[in-house]
């Protein structure tokens, strides 16, 4: 599903471009085709601006499935719950 | 040495009476070779009229996202294309997160709510949250929940919450451009009621949001005029999705300029460090402005973003000796 509940095929198969190495998550690298800050194509570009945004953001969007998560921040660190694909912590 | 550094140097410094707009004008017009100067006169007035003692809060978002309200800065409104989803923080949590802030030495623990204002379902969920921290973790309770009625000023009292967080976000001239769904005067009127209720008032806002600099210190001045006992300054971090989205980020050196003139117009009040500190100053401007006015930081991560470590910034802090503030000095 897309953002807004559209059903698209993943596009290409590539590591998520947000990811941080504090990222609990991170090394989910395989079947992670969306960006997980801005919910585009990974291989849509480089995301060099979101992967550095991303060292002061949580992820907004499930890498593997481009839903928009429910993202807790929390003084120390953050959750991302997606509905299909389970929470992840950083 | 400029004419207004030599003024303040007096009435600031000397009488602790903070300069007008006029005089916070002529600071943030200040040439950048004056930059030093004026940072260390803020220093010297944060010292003589504040103390060495640097206040550390830390702040959490109780419910995220999902605001009818359509303040242009924020990624919470629920009016715009943001990512950020609406979620509700659940007591175990927030009791945590207390605790957890409570460990990095923090004596204020801000609960904060994307709302207008508080609903019956919100205000349950404070009194519950409040409760438990309080039987559970060493910390100072503050708030903020948006526009408030005389009756929940009162049960927030009640409940034991010592200070309440209401922004007026930018001066009463440039609030119509970043806000529509309420006015200036309707926060005004919440600040109103807070003081009158013997809560301490925290009120700041953010720079950056597309006002001159005439317009800024036209803010500092009314903020002046509201005498709170905390401002939190913030500086805006462009969110994706939101009218202000593609804003550049404020220059480093307006952003200390700004620091300073603030710490001049308002000499005794705690001068928060709010967001968007690491990407408009990064660590050396964080130090600077720590340096040129500033007595009080959000450890920690903020309500949708991320910050520097809690570790990071105490470090700092024990670098430039100055103490944390200490819980009973607080109470």
Known sequence: MTPTGERRPNPVSSPRTGATPGDATSGAAVDAPWCDRCGEAAASGPHEGCAAARTLEPPRYCARCRRRMKVQVLPVGWSAVCVEHGESQG | MPE??????????????????AGV?????????????????AHEVRMRWCGPEVEVEGIVSLKTGGCPEDCHFCSQSGLFTSPVRSVWLDIPSLVKAAKQTAETGATEFCIVAAVRGPDARLMKQMREGVAAIRAEVDIQVAASLGMLTQEQVDELVEMGVHRYNHNLETCRSYFPNVVSTHTWEERWETLRMVRES?????????????????????????????????????????????????????????????IAAFRLALPRTILRYAGGREITLGDLGTRDGLLGGINAVIVGNYLTTLGRSATDDLKLLDDLKMPVKALSATL
Do not use: Y
Request: hydrophobic share 40%; charged share 20%; proline share 7%.
């Open chain 2, 198 to 258: 013997g809560m301490e008032v925290c009120c700041g806002g953010i720079l950056g949001l597309g006002e001159t600099v005439e317009q800024r210190a036209e803010f500092a001045a009314q903020l002046a005029e509201v005498d709170p006992h905390e401002v939190p300054l913030n500086f805006l971090n462009p969110r994706p999705g939101t009218p202000l989205g593609d804003r550049p980020v404020i220059d480093g050196k307006d952003a200390l300029r700004a």
């Open chain 2, 4 to 21: 207004i550094l030599d003024q303040a140097r007096t009435q600031v410094l000397e009488n602790g009476v903070g300069l007008d707009q």
């Open chain 2, 25 to 41: 004008l002529a600071v943030l017009n200040l040439p950048d070779e004056h930059l030093t100067a004026a940072l260390q006169l």
